[in-house]
């Protein structure tokens, strides 16, 4: 069995010889014809980031290293189980590597990088480096020793060099600390937890962490649920294009799971951009010392709307306090370099995900900081530190402030079915879209303009999602009638636009179309408009009747 001891191999050499670097191994697992089979794919990435990609390197047969590749095998499921669990016992690659004319010079490359790092790690502790060179002969017994004990040597250079990297900057983390806690008027009860992670460990920590919040599947599902309310395409890939974005976009963390502030390796506090990220990221570590931040809705999973807003309370605080600590120390051509610096590179990132994923990512620090900056108004940062006992409930009351401090404060409505079964299926996405989010899908299918007039005056909203596109409920509730027919004709003109529909119905307060959706649109007396949009008429009059 050559391909996965190939893929070993590869990756091993890959470490050392240039210019093939390996960058990844994708594997993905599908049912071919009719039998239970699975198709394998292994992708290997070129050498520099502009080869991700387009440059991929050919695996197999051995010896084509520079062609592009794209491999596919298929196996029985029965072959596949044993050539898995080959691989795992790492019986595969033993067996294989005696027939490879890789291997031999894969060892004295393992050799070399052997004498590099035994050097730099005896350098830092004569007692790490390991005192026993290696066998000079190649057998795969010697082969699999050295790639652990390589392994081993890298982690300890690792270490050592994050432990230096957290010296090194302590007395610059220091004063960002204390003046921090000068702006924000808190104390540090405890000392902040410092981690430092590679770009790779930080990929991994933020795959770690959201996986910890919502599973592969209910990612999908809503996915999903978003592409039927018409804010995402069709299958969109989200849960990796999160990860992509969180990645790449900061030069620290703030992880409320494990109370640590999470720094980037190369992200150099020499940099003045990176002291001001540290200064936002250190106003969490203090919110989460005196509010707790895991007692804030922030990962509920049935009211994405709220957990917006109670991120813009969170977000909108820290970027309040990034913005001062960036006027007190730096010059206005800093200030001015810096928010170019930020706003382009936050651009570059996010300037390929569709608008909702968009906005929703810059929602809560843009219009957090102007939500927190009207109670900081009110009462400076005590106000400000007051909210956390009662944090904002909706996106409605973050981007119009007075929703939230008017006594009484505005709640929003809430929705509710007695079951929410339908058909005996239970919907596979519950939630609601807020004001924040049918501002974003108007302003997507239609314009601005029309966004922002037919989302306002929003009280309360709930949507169904049924699977595999089969139907979608969503209720939605108004501050007067006014409001709820602009939200109705907005959204009688989206759902025209993106379907193409035959209308088969139309007067004041009802809009029906049979085909290619069968969309059911109505206005009630009491404010409320309800939308289904379904994949067939029985589906519709289900949810027609749902109570
Ligand atoms: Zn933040």
């Not at 191994?25 to 990435?45: I, K």
């Not at 081993?152 to 432990?163: F, G, I």
Request: glycine share 6%.
């Amino acid at each position: 069995m050559h391909p996965p001891a190939l893929v070993r191999a590869r990756q091993q050499a890959a470490r050392v010889q240039q210019p093939f670097r390996f960058v990844e191994v994708r594997e993905h697992l599908q049912p071919v014809g009719d039998g239970v089979q699975a198709a394998e794919t292994f992708f290997f990435h070129g050498p520099t980031l502009a080869d991700n990609g387009s440059g991929l390197k050919r695996a197999l047969p051995p010896g084509r290293g520079a062609s592009s590749f794209r491999l596919r095998m298929t196996f029985s499921s029965r072959s596949r189980v044993w050539l898995l669990a080959m691989l795992f016992l790492g019986l595969a690659p033993v067996a294989c590597e005696k027939k490879d004319p890789l291997v031999e010079k894969r060892f004295k490359l393992l050799l070399e990088e052997n004498a590099r790092l035994r050097g730099a790690a005896a350098a830092i502790d004569p007692k790490s480096g390991g005192s026993v060179a290696p066998v000079a002969n190649f057998t795969p017994a010697e082969t699999a020793k050295l790639v652990a004990e390589n392994d081993r040597l890298r982690e300890v250079l690792d270490k050592h060099q994050k432990a230096a990297a957290l010296e090194a900057n302590k007395g610059q983390r220091e004063a960002v600390e204390k003046q921090v806690t000068e702006i924000r008027g808190l104390e540090f009860k405890e000392p902040v937890d410092y981690q430092v992670l590679n770009r790779k460990e930080i990929k991994a920590t933020i795959s770690g962490k959201l996986a910890e919040v919502f599973s592969v599947e209910e990612f999908r599902h809503m996915a999903d649920a978003m592409a039927a309310i018409g804010l995402l395409p069709a299958n969109y890939p989200l849960r990796g294009k999160y990860i992509d974005l969180l990645g790449e976009q900061v030069a620290a963390f703030y992880d409320q799971h494990q109370h640590k502030l999470v720094m980037y390796e190369d992200a150099t506090l020499d940099n003045a951009q990176n002291r001001v990220v540290l200064a936002h990221e250190l106003t969490h570590a203090l919110q989460d010392q005196h509010f707790g931040l895991k007692k804030l809705p922030l990962e509920i999973k049935t009211n994405d709307d709220r957990a917006s807003a109670a991120s813009a309370l969170v977000e909108g605080d820290a970027t309040l306090v990034m913005s001062e600590f960036m006027l007190k120390n730096m010059s206005k051509q800093m200030f001015k370099d810096s928010m170019v610096a930020s706003f382009t590179q936050n651009m570059k990132q996010l300037e390929t995900a569709p608008r909702f994923l968009r906005e929703m990512l810059v929602f809560p620090y843009l219009r957090g900081q102007e939500f927190c900056a009207a109670i900081y108004g009110l009462g400076g940062y005590e106000a400000v530190s007051a909210a956390y006992a009662q944090p904002p409930t909706s996106t409605a009351q973050i981007l119009h402030p007075q929703k939230y401090l008017a006594t009484p404060r505005e709640e929003p409505i809430e929705i509710t079915w007695a079951d929410t079964k339908v058909k005996g299926e239970a919907p596979i996405g519950d939630n609601v879209v807020g004001e924040m989010g049918t501002r974003i899908l108007f302003t997507e299918w239609l314009d601005a303009a029309t966004g922002e007039k037919a989302g306002a005056g929003w009280r309360g909203d709930r949507y169904l999602y049924f699977g595999g596109g089969e139907a979608l409920i969503w209720k939605t509730v108004w501050g007067s009638a006014e409001e709820a027919a602009e939200f109705f004709q907005a959204e009688q003109k989206m759902l025209t636009k993106r379907h193409g529909l035959t209308v088969t119905r139309q007067e004041e307060g009802r809009f029906e179309a049979d085909g290619p959706r069968v969309i059911r649109l109505r206005q009630t007396p009491a404010n409320v408009v309800i939308v289904i949009d379904a994949k067939n008429v029985e589906w519709a009059t289900a949810l027609d009747a749902l109570k």
